[in-house]
């Protein structure tokens, strides 16, 4: 046990999660390119030809390891709500939801605002200069209504044999920021799950695991079983006194097993079974959540790799940005390179599904170095005061 107590493990968690921050935020772009993928198995292409090769770069990135993204988010989230909240107390929750106030919900509202007032006014200049009707932008405020701030986009609609119903995903306008809508419900509900770590302790933890490996878990707009059981997992750690970095580096082993089996389980069964696919992504997801802990403190102890200020500052303005319609980086970039690269075989698709990401990323960090120093005001409100 000599490694867990020669080092400063509290001082290397905090270290640990701002390194992972900037990382995260660009899986998700990667998660947002979308890539078209096919089984390898039953494909008529080579593997090693272009087109197999941007298939299993869609399957392990887009598709693979960028999907703990979100939960991981969750998991921190949680961690730190509760950390120093060992003992409820009613003023402490109010002093918490002040906080999560400016930092989450205005920051949500205004996010989705600006992308319901952007596509409006986009079909408002599409009526001069490509003839479009006012009918047309009446129809987009009818169609989202006030379901523009929730769950006026819905997808990844899946059956598995064993619900009685099919699962997808809801999100605002603002797609992406269906994370921060339920974040913003645990929050609320933090009593509650106060209340069931405290009582439960474990059990509680591992059959919220279970509805999530097996999506025993009905489809309410904001009450995903993803953001309850991560943000659970989390708050599990910081009530118990558990350090998220210790307990990864104790189990490494474990967590590197699980991942490894549950993703080739995930690969030679893709577009093949829903079943399988559906539970080994998410065992998958929730072993290499604990996976990106253990190399991200390895940085930390050995590399000494420090989080830089300015790109963890920046991630919930990558974010929230990089898909907001119609002015989201991320589709200017797909477009601009597009045009820049040559030709439309998988040569092309393959560079910009491996590039593209990282120039938004890198883009909207500039861009909101711009803001801070020329917009400060405006930079602190879209980014919630990070």
């Not at 974010?319 to 970039?333: N, S, T």
Request: charged share 15%.
């Amino acid at each position: 046990m000599q490694e867990y107590t020669s080092i400063d493990w509290k001082d290397n968690q905090s270290k640990t999660i701002d390194l992972l921050r900037f990382p995260l935020a660009i899986f998700v772009l990667y998660i947002h390119m979308v890539p078209t993928t096919e089984n390898a198995f039953s494909a008529d292409f080579a593997f090693l030809s272009w087109h197999g090769i941007y298939n299993f770069l869609g399957l392990f990135i887009s598709q693979g390891i960028a999907v703990i993204a979100v939960p991981t988010f969750f998991l921190i989230s949680g961690y730190l709500f509760f950390v120093n909240f060992k003992e409820w107390s009613w003023d402490g929750y109010k002093k918490k939801i002040k906080s999560r106030t400016k930092t989450l919900i205005i920051p949500y509202i205004l996010w989705n605002v600006l992308s319901f007032l952007f596509i409006i006014a986009k079909g408002v200049g599409d009526i001069f200069t490509k003839g479009s009707s006012w009918s047309d932008v009446i129809e987009i405020i009818n169609d989202n209504g006030l379901h523009f701030l929730w769950d006026c986009n819905k997808w990844a609609e899946t059956q598995y044999s064993w619900l009685p119903w099919t699962t997808y995903l809801t999100g605002p306008i603002d797609l992406p920021l269906w994370f921060l809508r339920d974040l913003i419900v645990v929050t609320l509900l933090s009593p509650v799950i106060y209340w069931v770590v405290k009582n439960t302790k474990i059990w509680g933890i591992i059959a919220l695991l279970f509805a999530y490996i097996l999506y025993f878990w009905g489809n309410w707009p904001g009450f995903t079983i993803t953001s309850f059981f991560y943000f659970g997992l989390g708050a599990y750690f910081a009530l118990n006194n558990h350090n998220v970095v210790v307990f990864a580096r104790k189990y490494k082993f474990l967590f590197v097993v699980l991942s490894l089996v549950a993703y080739v389980f995930y690969f030679y069964y893709h577009q093949v079974d829903n079943d399988i696919v559906g539970i080994s992504r998410n065992v998958f997801t929730a072993s290499t959540v604990f996976c990106a802990f253990v190399v991200a403190s390895l940085l930390v102890e050995k590399k000494n790799m420090m989080p830089n200020k300015l790109l963890v500052s920046s991630c919930f303005f990558i974010y929230a940005e990089h898909k907001c319609a119609p002015i989201g980086a991320l589709g200017w970039v797909n477009y601009i390179m597009s045009r820049l690269i040559p030709g439309q075989t998988y040569i092309e698709e393959t560079i910009c599904l491996i590039i593209n990401p990282i120039i938004t990323a890198f883009l909207l960090v500039g861009v909101y170095l711009l803001m801070k120093r020329f917009t400060p005001k405006i930079a602190g409100l879209l980014s919630g005061n990070r």
